[in-house]
Protein backbone atom coordinates (compact mmCIF):
# COMPACT_ATOMS: atom_id res chain seq x y z
CA UNK A 1 0.00 0.00 0.00
CA UNK A 2 1.19 3.53 -0.99
CA UNK A 3 0.88 5.70 2.08
CA UNK A 4 0.34 8.98 1.82
CA UNK A 5 0.39 12.63 4.38
CA UNK A 6 -2.44 14.71 2.62
CA UNK A 7 -2.16 18.27 2.67
CA UNK A 8 1.54 19.02 3.11
CA UNK A 9 1.69 20.59 0.03
CA UNK A 10 -0.94 23.19 1.69
CA UNK A 11 1.96 24.52 3.91
CA UNK A 12 5.24 23.19 2.01
CA UNK A 13 5.94 20.70 3.87
CA UNK A 14 7.37 17.58 2.92
CA UNK A 15 6.94 14.25 5.33
CA UNK A 16 11.15 14.77 5.84
CA UNK A 17 10.53 18.08 7.29
CA UNK A 18 7.75 16.37 9.59
CA UNK A 19 10.29 15.14 12.18
CA UNK A 20 11.67 18.58 13.38
CA UNK A 21 8.44 20.07 13.72
CA UNK A 22 6.88 20.66 17.03
CA UNK A 23 4.13 22.65 15.60
CA UNK A 24 0.39 21.08 16.52
CA UNK A 25 -2.03 20.01 14.10
CA UNK A 26 -5.22 18.81 13.80
CA UNK A 27 -5.45 15.83 11.66
CA UNK A 28 -6.86 12.99 10.59
CA UNK A 29 -5.72 9.58 10.89
CA UNK A 30 -7.46 6.74 8.70
CA UNK A 31 -6.99 3.00 9.45
CA UNK A 32 -5.59 0.72 6.39
CA UNK A 33 -8.16 -1.53 4.97
CA UNK A 34 -6.80 -5.12 5.72
CA UNK A 35 -6.19 -7.55 2.97
CA UNK A 36 -8.96 -8.97 1.54
CA UNK A 37 -7.08 -12.34 1.17
CA UNK A 38 -6.73 -12.92 4.44
CA UNK A 39 -10.66 -13.41 5.06
CA UNK A 40 -11.49 -15.77 2.09
CA UNK A 41 -10.87 -18.84 4.65
CA UNK A 42 -14.17 -17.38 5.99
CA UNK A 43 -17.90 -17.66 4.45
CA UNK A 44 -19.33 -14.62 2.82
CA UNK A 45 -21.49 -13.47 5.95
CA UNK A 46 -18.87 -14.40 8.28
CA UNK A 47 -16.26 -11.86 6.67
CA UNK A 48 -18.06 -8.54 7.40
CA UNK A 49 -17.53 -9.27 11.20
CA UNK A 50 -14.15 -10.49 10.71
CA UNK A 51 -13.16 -7.15 9.13
CA UNK A 52 -14.84 -5.27 11.55
CA UNK A 53 -13.13 -7.02 14.26
CA UNK A 54 -9.92 -6.13 12.41
CA UNK A 55 -10.71 -2.42 12.85
CA UNK A 56 -11.32 -2.63 15.91
CA UNK A 57 -7.95 -4.07 17.06
CA UNK A 58 -6.46 -1.81 14.61
CA UNK A 59 -8.06 0.87 16.30
CA UNK A 60 -7.27 -0.37 20.05
CA UNK A 61 -3.32 -0.25 18.85
CA UNK A 62 -3.76 3.35 17.47
CA UNK A 63 -5.60 4.52 20.95
CA UNK A 64 -2.68 3.00 22.90
CA UNK A 65 -0.04 4.85 20.34
CA UNK A 66 -2.27 8.18 21.44
CA UNK A 67 -1.55 8.24 24.92
CA UNK A 68 -4.36 9.19 26.71
CA UNK A 69 -4.39 12.36 23.88
CA UNK A 70 -8.19 13.24 23.74
CA UNK A 71 -9.77 12.55 20.07
CA UNK A 72 -12.87 11.64 18.13
CA UNK A 73 -13.80 8.63 16.61
CA UNK A 74 -14.13 7.90 12.79
CA UNK A 75 -16.55 5.37 12.12
CA UNK A 76 -18.61 3.43 14.57
CA UNK A 77 -18.08 1.47 17.80
CA UNK A 78 -18.48 -1.30 15.58
CA UNK A 79 -16.41 -0.61 12.55
CA UNK A 80 -13.87 2.10 13.40
CA UNK A 81 -12.37 3.54 10.81
CA UNK A 82 -9.72 6.16 12.39
CA UNK A 83 -10.09 9.13 14.46
CA UNK A 84 -9.63 12.77 14.35
CA UNK A 85 -7.08 14.38 16.40
CA UNK A 86 -4.16 17.56 17.81
CA UNK A 87 -0.82 15.97 17.61
CA UNK A 88 2.81 17.74 16.97
CA UNK A 89 4.08 17.08 14.12
CA UNK A 90 6.26 14.96 14.41
CA UNK A 91 3.94 12.54 15.83
CA UNK A 92 1.69 12.38 12.28
CA UNK A 93 5.49 11.34 10.67
CA UNK A 94 6.11 8.34 13.12
CA UNK A 95 2.46 7.19 12.64
CA UNK A 96 1.98 6.46 9.55
CA UNK A 97 4.88 4.14 9.65
CA UNK A 98 2.16 1.63 11.81
CA UNK A 99 0.90 -0.70 9.71
CA UNK A 100 -2.43 -0.58 10.56
CA UNK A 101 -2.56 3.52 9.21
CA UNK A 102 -3.45 3.58 6.09
CA UNK A 103 -3.19 7.49 5.20
CA UNK A 104 -3.41 10.61 7.41
CA UNK A 105 -4.62 14.09 6.54
CA UNK A 106 -3.73 17.26 7.79
CA UNK A 107 -6.22 20.27 7.93
CA UNK A 108 -4.81 22.62 10.15
CA UNK A 109 -1.51 23.65 11.68
CA UNK A 110 -0.89 26.09 14.36
CA UNK A 111 1.36 28.77 13.44
CA UNK A 112 1.68 28.38 10.03
CA UNK A 113 -0.13 29.35 7.18
CA UNK A 114 -1.75 27.61 3.97
CA UNK A 115 -0.38 28.41 0.81
CA UNK A 116 -2.71 30.79 -1.06
CA UNK A 117 -5.38 28.26 -2.81
CA UNK A 118 -4.40 27.84 -6.90
CA UNK A 119 -6.30 27.76 -9.65
CA UNK A 120 -8.15 24.68 -9.97
CA UNK A 121 -5.72 22.42 -13.09
CA UNK A 122 -8.50 20.65 -13.91
CA UNK A 123 -9.02 16.77 -15.28
CA UNK A 124 -9.76 15.54 -18.64
CA UNK A 125 -13.65 14.63 -19.18
CA UNK A 126 -15.34 12.48 -21.31
CA UNK A 127 -18.63 13.99 -22.58
CA UNK A 128 -21.45 12.08 -24.49
CA UNK A 129 -23.56 14.02 -26.35
CA UNK A 130 -25.86 13.68 -29.25
CA UNK A 131 -26.34 15.20 -32.73
CA UNK A 132 -29.86 14.95 -34.87
CA UNK A 133 -29.21 14.74 -38.80
CA UNK A 134 -31.50 17.54 -40.01
CA UNK A 135 -31.76 17.70 -44.28
CA UNK A 136 -33.63 20.45 -45.66
CA UNK A 137 -37.33 20.32 -46.34
CA UNK A 138 -37.51 16.42 -44.58
CA UNK A 139 -40.72 15.78 -42.61
CA UNK A 140 -40.98 12.25 -42.30
CA UNK A 141 -39.08 9.07 -42.29
CA UNK A 142 -36.26 7.86 -40.06
CA UNK A 143 -33.91 10.54 -38.81
CA UNK A 144 -30.33 9.34 -38.28
CA UNK A 145 -28.40 10.56 -35.05
CA UNK A 146 -24.70 10.47 -33.98
CA UNK A 147 -23.65 9.83 -30.07
CA UNK A 148 -20.45 11.55 -29.76
CA UNK A 149 -17.98 10.84 -27.07
CA UNK A 150 -15.35 13.61 -26.73
CA UNK A 151 -12.42 14.26 -24.47
CA UNK A 152 -11.62 17.74 -23.01
CA UNK A 153 -9.73 19.16 -20.23
CA UNK A 154 -12.19 21.05 -17.75
CA UNK A 155 -12.53 22.17 -14.43
CA UNK A 156 -16.15 20.26 -13.86
CA UNK A 157 -18.67 19.01 -15.64
CA UNK A 158 -20.32 22.52 -16.48
CA UNK A 159 -16.91 23.83 -17.52
CA UNK A 160 -16.79 21.20 -19.85
CA UNK A 161 -19.89 21.50 -21.68
CA UNK A 162 -19.55 25.16 -21.69
CA UNK A 163 -15.94 24.56 -24.02
CA UNK A 164 -17.54 21.98 -25.95
CA UNK A 165 -20.56 23.89 -26.79
CA UNK A 166 -18.53 26.78 -28.66
CA UNK A 167 -17.16 24.03 -30.73
CA UNK A 168 -20.48 22.92 -31.63
CA UNK A 169 -20.97 25.76 -33.90
CA UNK A 170 -18.96 24.23 -36.65
CA UNK A 171 -19.71 20.95 -36.68
CA UNK A 172 -23.45 22.32 -37.35
CA UNK A 173 -22.29 24.00 -40.26
CA UNK A 174 -24.13 23.02 -42.78
CA UNK A 175 -23.28 21.34 -46.06
CA UNK A 176 -24.49 20.43 -49.46
CA UNK A 177 -25.49 16.28 -49.67
CA UNK A 178 -25.41 14.43 -53.15
CA UNK A 179 -29.13 15.72 -53.99
CA UNK A 180 -28.05 19.33 -53.56
CA UNK A 181 -29.73 19.69 -50.01
CA UNK A 182 -28.79 21.07 -47.27
CA UNK A 183 -27.63 18.95 -44.01
CA UNK A 184 -26.56 19.51 -40.91
CA UNK A 185 -25.45 17.89 -37.61
CA UNK A 186 -27.55 19.68 -35.10
CA UNK A 187 -26.84 19.21 -31.31
CA UNK A 188 -29.79 18.13 -29.78
CA UNK A 189 -28.37 17.01 -25.60
CA UNK A 190 -25.69 15.81 -23.99
CA UNK A 191 -26.19 12.72 -22.64
CA UNK A 192 -23.32 11.82 -20.09
CA UNK A 193 -20.15 12.87 -18.44
CA UNK A 194 -17.27 10.82 -17.03
CA UNK A 195 -14.41 12.26 -14.70
CA UNK A 196 -10.93 10.34 -16.00
CA UNK A 197 -9.61 12.23 -13.09
CA UNK A 198 -6.43 12.58 -15.41
CA UNK A 199 -5.08 15.86 -15.76
CA UNK A 200 -2.07 15.03 -17.26
CA UNK A 201 -1.51 14.33 -21.72
CA UNK A 202 1.51 12.28 -20.68
CA UNK A 203 -1.03 9.45 -18.95
CA UNK A 204 -2.45 8.55 -22.38
CA UNK A 205 0.79 7.07 -23.19
CA UNK A 206 1.41 5.00 -20.24
CA UNK A 207 0.74 1.64 -21.01
CA UNK A 208 -1.70 1.01 -18.72
CA UNK A 209 -3.83 2.97 -20.50
CA UNK A 210 -6.51 5.48 -19.09
CA UNK A 211 -10.28 4.80 -18.45
CA UNK A 212 -12.14 7.68 -20.60
CA UNK A 213 -15.72 6.36 -20.47
CA UNK A 214 -17.91 3.72 -17.92
CA UNK A 215 -21.15 2.53 -18.50
CA UNK A 216 -23.02 0.30 -16.04
CA UNK A 217 -25.92 -2.04 -17.16
CA UNK A 218 -27.14 -5.40 -15.97
CA UNK A 219 -27.54 -8.52 -17.65
CA UNK A 220 -29.14 -12.41 -17.39
CA UNK A 221 -26.54 -14.13 -15.55
CA UNK A 222 -25.22 -17.21 -17.57
CA UNK A 223 -23.84 -20.36 -15.62
CA UNK A 224 -20.56 -19.96 -17.47
CA UNK A 225 -20.51 -16.33 -15.56
CA UNK A 226 -21.03 -17.72 -12.17
CA UNK A 227 -17.87 -17.02 -10.14
CA UNK A 228 -16.94 -19.41 -7.36
CA UNK A 229 -13.82 -19.86 -5.48
CA UNK A 230 -14.33 -23.11 -4.38
CA UNK A 231 -15.90 -25.22 -7.67
Known amino acids: MNKRIGGL ?8 RLTHLTNR ?17 YPPAARRREIARTFREAFSA ?11 RIGSS ?14 VGELIREDFIGH ?8 LEKKAAREPEGSFWSIKARFATQIEDQESGLQPY ?3 ILLIK ?41 DTSVSSIE ?29
Open 78 to 91: VRPRGVKVELPLHR
Open 9 to 16: EDWNLSEE
Open 203 to 231: AFSSEQGVEVFSELANRKLKPEDVWKLNP
Open 25 to 41: ACVRIHLAYPDYKTFLA
Open 154 to 194: AVDEQDAQKKLLKSFESYEEPYLNASGRLVRWKFEKFLDAY
Open 104 to 111: ISIEAIDG
Open 146 to 148: EDR
Open 62 to 72: LKLLLKGIPFE
